[in-house]
């Protein structure tokens, strides 16, 4: 069985947010089109809505995070849900037999969703296969694998931007390798038909089979920004990298930093876009960051109600009352 | 069933019976769809200051867990705020009133209006929650054999289906 299977019940309605990957474009747009909604809540006077009273959320981040834990709690508070959030900066070394002793005492609690984030690529999914059927898993990000939300707010804030994807050249910048985030965000680019997908990074951080996710390798920064409508810069994953993957920090600045110069040869109504946290002076120019051009902050408010929209959809469908068997 | 006549006096009731409101400059505002095609008429007929507003109930609904969520939500938008002021709450047909209590519900997370006067083109027997319409432009009795549906936005025509 397939990651993307493993998401629809047996009504064929999206049960789980594991992966990106293989889904059709029509639910990725009426995530897209819910979100739209749900970013429109911010301007009411009670920022809530009932959709999900009397649920539980866990949140389970065995791998730190502030941005993405907040917001997924942020997102499942404005829908009315009981949030629990449990942190452990577990490494999941038994292949996922500690993760599942805390899901069955947490099942015990009667939890309606979590969200799972671990250093383990693979985790959500195994999680998935082993909780009962009204139960909805969404992946916060698992190891070098995925991070399906932050590739949908991603192309949620692109869309808000630039209207149709049909048109655009993407360009993703930095440590593709170790990016669960880049894997996330091609699948969906791909899906919701944008044309050019360009991939820019030093050869050692390039996965060498990376052309077949159809897009278009440039190991030079200046030729692979050139006409680009949207940039996306990816943080040096310092923490993931073992052995010298890059020479220095500056030296990595210094041919893949994101400056005004480079910035230039990109078209003058560009995207900046960068999922956070930005590492100022390595893989981006703080004067880009902090530029006319730059939407990070916007994205982080579009992940709310993005992942909004996912935990709406994924709650709203028909489930099985708990006491029903799978 | 329908006929254009039909509509037309109902809505010059509803003209005529809310026209003493307009002295409290009230917003009005119509539940999507129907509801919304029904206010613009009378809100052009009553020659109101604020312009109209629209509520898509589809957050407060109370059949999330049967139907889900629904990707075509328009939203909510209202002109202005609805602090202290006089609404005048338009819907096309009242029946079970759980799309009013929903509306009501909505309308409340933007603040505290004054008042709300519920308006409706067509009101039918089968209510399953204490709300009633305070001005109507059709009743009728259907009983459990047919419901009743407004088509437009134009024209504007009420059709009888079986369930």
């Known amino acids: ?326 | 069933m329908s006929t254009q006549n039909n509509i037309l006096e109902a809505l010059e009731k509803l003209k005529e019976h809310l026209m003493p409101f307009t002295e409290h400059r009230p917003i009005m505002i119509g539940i999507h769809s129907g509801g919304v095609w029904v206010a613009e008429k009378l809100h052009s007929q009553l020659n109101l200051k604020d312009p109209l507003g629209t509520i898509d109930i589809s957050f407060y609904r109370d059949d999330f867990s049967r139907v889900g969520l629904n990707p075509t939500v328009r939203g909510t938008h209202l002109p202005t705020s609805i602090e202290d002021r006089h609404i005048i709450l338009v819907d096309d047909v009242l029946h079970t009133g759980r799309t009013v209590r929903a509306a009501l519900n909505e309308l409340f997370a933007y603040g505290r209006p004054l008042s709300v006067t519920l308006a409706v083109l067509l009101e039918r027997d089968g209510r399953e929650l204490p709300i009633q319409a305070d001005i109507a432009g059709i009743h009728m009795n259907l009983g459990n054999e047919h419901y009743i549906k407004l088509t437009g936005p134009e024209p504007l025509a009420l059709t009888l289906l079986e369930p």
């Not at chain 1, 005004?260 to 893989?283: Q, V, W, Y």
């Not at chain 1, 730059?294 to 996912?310: D, F, P």
């Open chain 1, 1 to 326: 069985m397939t990651d993307t299977d493993i998401q629809f019940d047996k009504s064929g309605a999206l049960r789980h947010f594991l992966t990106v990957e293989g889904l059709p474009r029509d639910i990725l747009t009426s995530i897209l089109d819910s979100a739209e909604t749900f970013l429109g809540l911010g301007q009411r006077e009670i920022k809530k809505v009932p959709l999900l009273q009397g649920k539980t959320v866990v949140n389970l981040f065995f791998e730190p995070s502030t941005r993405t834990r907040t917001t997924f709690e942020i997102a499942a508070k404005r829908l009315s849900a009981d949030v629990i959030t449990l942190e452990t900066s577990r490494m999941s070394t038994t292949k996922g037999e500690t993760i599942l002793d805390t899901l069955n005492t947490l099942e015990a609690m009667h939890t309606d969703m979590f969200v799972i984030r671990d250093s383990f690529s693979g985790a959500a999914h195994l999680i998935s296969t082993h909780v009962p059927a009204h139960v909805s898993i969404i992946n916060a990000g698992d190891g070098r694998h995925a991070h399906p939300t932050q590739a949908m707010l991603d192309a949620f804030t692109i869309r808000r931007h630039k209207g149709d994807f049909s048109n655009l050249r993407v360009a993703i910048i930095g440590d593709i390798l170790h990016s669960r985030v880049a894997r996330s965000q091609i699948h969906a680019l791909n899906i919701l038909g944008v044309p050019e997908i360009r991939v820019i990074a030093p050869q050692t951080l390039l996965p060498n089979q990376i052309k077949r996710l159809g897009v278009h390798p440039y190991y030079d920064i200046e030729k692979g920004l050139d006409g680009v409508d949207v940039i996306i810069v990816l943080r040096l994953q310092l923490e993931r990298m073992e052995g010298q993957l890059i020479p220095s920090d500056r030296e990595y600045f210094r041919f893949y930093g994101l400056t005004p110069e480079r910035l230039s040869g990109a078209r003058p109504d560009a995207l900046i876009m960068h999922p956070g946290p930005i590492n100022r002076g390595l893989e981006i120019a703080s004067s880009v960051a902090d530029g006319e051009q730059s939407v990070i902050l916007e994205q982080v408010t579009n992940g709310i109600a993005v992942r909004m929209a996912i935990m709406a959809t994924l709650m709203g469908r028909q489930s099985p009352s708990p006491r029903e068997a799978d």
